[in-house]
């Protein structure tokens, strides 16, 4: 992924001229820090090490529930997406729960499993499922009937058609959805530490707010923010490397 | 109008026999015919051609023969002697779409050897599938993926993938059909080389009548609704074949004016 340049001189400006119209007096907030502040609170709770064992947790949690959530998406994908039977009778039911948004069972998740970093496992798990699972069910139904022509003639059985047809097809499908999957992981840790798990950059924001102190909540709105996009260009860099194929049929041009 | 005596009768038995063959498709206003007792054998290191206007069922018939589509009640389709329920050994099919048939996420030689996976060690894998590309021309391009072939190159591929598995018999349905015509003469002498170097069985379906004439060693014209052959004419022009000199020949223009005049019914006649 190639820096854009001017996009990051942009945001460095926009900073700038946030930081003079603060110092200038021409605009002034109690509750809005100075960007100079909220630099050097991420520099003071970085040192106090709340910063790190905050963002820890939080990372943590984001990324062993996205991964359960993209081996049970897949699972579940490549079954419904390859049985007709499963197709027939679960679907309904996919839609539905797909549907209802997540964010939703946060208070019912608080209530059957307290407030645990089980629960917010839970919750990342759940909300992060439907991409991959939706995505992966679509991609095994992308598999053309020529291509299952070629299959048949070459005289392939069931389990050759799925590793060399059905997974290759399905993957660049898989791929959107994990990605998708990892921001909604990222804010369903922050939601469920919000609510219920008490520690975690997700109660620290609560905390900062409760104490007012805004340029602590700042402080961790921007870290988490830069850990987001680290996450997703770590992941887009995985995938090049792991699975340099991936997204070739993509960049076959139209 | 047939051509009676110029039939030729398949020596030796038969890769392919039908008898009686019919189908029908289902469709919203009720059933449709579209082949009405086809009769046809295929011999041993034949090429045999089958022509036809579209949708009068000529990629019907080459799929019922590669089984991939069942033939109607009554109809016998045997290949070497036993009723063909599916695709049956050592026949592979070429087919029109070579984009479509390709897989898009693997190379060139990763495209040929997808046949030959699972089956004979590595070494054996590589050699068979290197020799198929080299048989079309394309050893140099077996690391780039078929994106950044040419329409022309894309179509060889997939007859590489075909002649790497070594196959008795290939089915093709319109191979060349989407190329522009310079690539497409180049494609049948090419195929032309790997019929005399394989000797392979082949039975080609295509719309055009020249291409027909000048690849086949006998031609069946597929007409009426529902389709039925009309008329076989048999090819007798000497091999090898050159694009400019045989399509000079006497005998290659009567069999074109033969052939038109059974597509088109004798009022039309040359054109």
């Not at chain 2, 060889?156 to 190329?179: H, K, W």
């Not at chain 2, 076989?232 to 694009?243: G, H, I, Y």
Request: charged fraction near 20%; proline fraction near 6%; charge should be negative.
């Amino acid at each position: 992924m190639p820096f854009n340049v001017s996009g990051i001189l942009f945001l460095i400006a926009l900073l700038g001229v946030w930081q003079l119209a603060m110092s200038a007096g021409i605009f002034t907030s109690t509750f809005l820090p100075e960007p100079r502040e909220i630099g050097s609170s991420i520099v003071d709770l970085t040192e106090s090490g709340e910063m790190t064992s905050n963002l820890w947790h939080t990372v943590y949690v984001t990324l062993i529930g996205w991964a359960l959530a993209g081996l049970i998406g897949l699972a579940i994908g490549l079954l419904v997406g390859l049985s007709l039977e499963a197709w027939r009778y679960s679907m309904a039911s996919l839609e539905f729960f797909r549907a209802l948004p997540g964010i939703a069972f946060v208070p019912v998740a608080v209530l059957l499993f307290g407030f645990s970093v089980k629960m917010e496992l839970i919750v990342v798990t759940y909300v992060s499922v439907w991409p991959v699972l939706v995505n992966a069910v679509h991609g095994v139904r992308q598999v053309t009937p020529l291509h299952n022509d070629v299959a048949r003639m070459m005289g392939m059985g069931r389990l050759a058609r799925i590793r060399r047809f059905v997974i290759p097809t399905m993957a660049p499908f898989v791929a959107v959805g994990l990605q998708i999957s990892l921001a909604l992981s990222l804010a369903l840790a922050l939601v469920a530490e919000m609510v219920g798990n008490p520690t975690g950059v997700g109660q620290a924001l609560i905390v900062a707010q409760n104490t007012l102190h805004p340029e602590e909540m700042f402080a961790y709105v921007v870290v988490i923010g830069l850990v987001g996009v680290l996450l997703n260009w770590g992941f887009l860099k995985l995938l090049d490397h792991g699975f340099p194929g991936t997204m070739a049929s993509e960049r076959q041009p139209l | 109008m047939t051509v009676a005596a110029d039939q030729a009768q398949p020596v030796g038995s038969p890769v392919f026999a039908c008898d009686g063959l019919s189908i029908e498709f289902q469709t919203p206003a009720g059933p449709k015919r579209v082949l009405e007792r086809v009769d046809l054998a295929v011999a041993a290191g034949e090429f045999v051609s089958i022509v036809g206007q579209s949708g009068t069922g000529k990629s019907t018939l080459l799929r019922v023969l590669g089984g991939l589509e069942r033939a109607g009640d009554g109809s016998t389709v045997l290949h070497r002697g036993k009723p063909v329920s599916g695709p049956p050994d050592g026949v592979i099919m070429v087919f029109q779409d070579y984009r479509g048939s390709l897989l898009p996420w693997r190379t060139v030689e990763k495209n040929v050897v997808l046949g030959l996976e699972g089956k004979g060690s590595a070494a054996e894998r590589k050699e068979k599938c290197q020799q198929a590309l080299e048989l079309v021309g394309l050893a140099d391009r077996a690391k780039d993926h078929p994106w950044r072939l040419s329409g022309g190159m894309q179509q060889r591929v997939q007859i590489a993938r075909a002649l790497a598995v070594q196959p008795e018999v290939m089915l093709m349905d319109e191979p060349f059909g989407a190329l522009d015509a310079m690539t497409k003469e180049q494609l049948q002498d090419e195929l032309l080389t790997v019929h005399a170097a394989t000797g392979a069985t082949i039975v080609f379906v295509t719309h055009d009548i020249e291409e027909a004439i000048y690849l086949s060693d006998r031609v069946l014209v597929l007409a009426d609704a529902p389709a039925r052959v009309t008329t076989e004419l048999a090819v007798d022009l000497p091999r090898p074949r050159e694009q400019v000199s045989t399509k000079e020949m006497p005998e290659y223009l009567r069999l074109r004016q033969a052939a038109y005049s059974a597509l088109r019914g004798p009022d039309h006649g040359d054109d």
